[in-house]
């Protein structure tokens, strides 16, 4: 089992659309929450980031962490054409259980394409 | 502020030959990454320096990979010899510091690395 499960698969969606991107994990020790967003042929950049569970929002970003259920969403509201992208969810321990500070366990990513 | 920045961006090789990737981070920052990203699936840390140190390596294949960050500034990055599956895209980052996971990891555009 992966320590960190992302889903959905490529999603399409129209221009306007709600989009619900999710990740699961296994490892209890993480308390660190990232999203990165990863255009084509460029290195991931970060979206969002939460500490611990609850709510975060930024613009049209909603950033949710539920770590009871160890599932962590994000909501983009208003999806644009240059949402276009491969989107990361990505967990640290901080420094938990040994691991050093700044390792980072990255989902596998969803391709996001939003058509006009 | 310039980015991190690596070259070659692209780089084709037979298998059993040998390669070295080359990162320059946002200067100032004491942290530097190389993640390894398989076609598919999300950044995978192969290793972290802090300044010249190594912090955490367990996820390098020490028998062909090697690393090293002289002068705490620039990284370079050596497979020798290479094989099929290390096909991949190899990532630089680097954040701040390493005593705070919120610290953002900021990457480079990454190497293509094509094995045949």
């Known amino acids: 089992q992966k320590e960190v499960e992302q889903d959905p698969g490529p999603l399409s969606v129209p221009e306007g659309a709600i989009v619900s991107l999710n990740c699961t994990y296994s490892?209890?020790?993480?308390?660190?929450f990232m999203w990165y967003r990863q255009y084509s042929r460029k290195g991931p950049e970060l979206l969002m980031y939460?500490?611990?569970?609850g709510n975060k929002e930024d613009g049209r970003f909603t950033a949710q962490v539920d770590k009871s259920s160890k599932y962590i969403s994000l909501f983009i509201r208003d999806s644009q054409p240059s949402d276009s992208a491969t989107y990361l969810c990505?967990?640290?321990?901080?420094?938990?259980?040994?691991?050093?500070?700044?390792?980072?366990?990255f989902g596998q990513g969803t391709i996001l394409t939003v058509h006009p | 502020e310039a980015g991190v920045a690596q070259s070659p961006r692209y780089k084709i090789i037979e298998k059993r030959q040998s390669v070295a990737f080359w990162c320059n981070p946002i200067?100032?920052?004491?942290?530097l990454y190389w993640y390894q990203q398989i076609l598919g699936q999300g950044p995978k840390l192969l290793i972290q320096?802090?300044?010249?140190?190594?912090?955490?390596d367990s996820q390098l294949p020490k028998d062909r990979f090697s690393a090293e960050r002289l002068k705490g500034v620039d990284s370079t990055l050596k497979i020798q010899p290479a094989k099929l599956e290390d096909s991949a895209v190899y990532l630089c980052?680097?954040?701040?510091?390493?005593?705070?996971?919120?610290?953002?990891?900021?990457f480079g555009p990454g190497t293509r690395l094509t094995v045949l």
């Open positions: 980052a680097s954040s701040a510091s390493f005593i705070a996971s919120s610290d953002t990891q900021y």
């Open positions: 490892n209890s020790a993480f308390q660190y």
């Open positions: 939460t500490y611990s569970s």
């Open positions: 990505a967990m640290s321990a901080g420094n938990a259980g040994g691991t050093s500070y700044g390792k980072l366990t």
């Open positions: 200067s100032g920052h004491a942290t």
């Open positions: 320096f802090q300044n010249n140190g190594v912090v955490d």
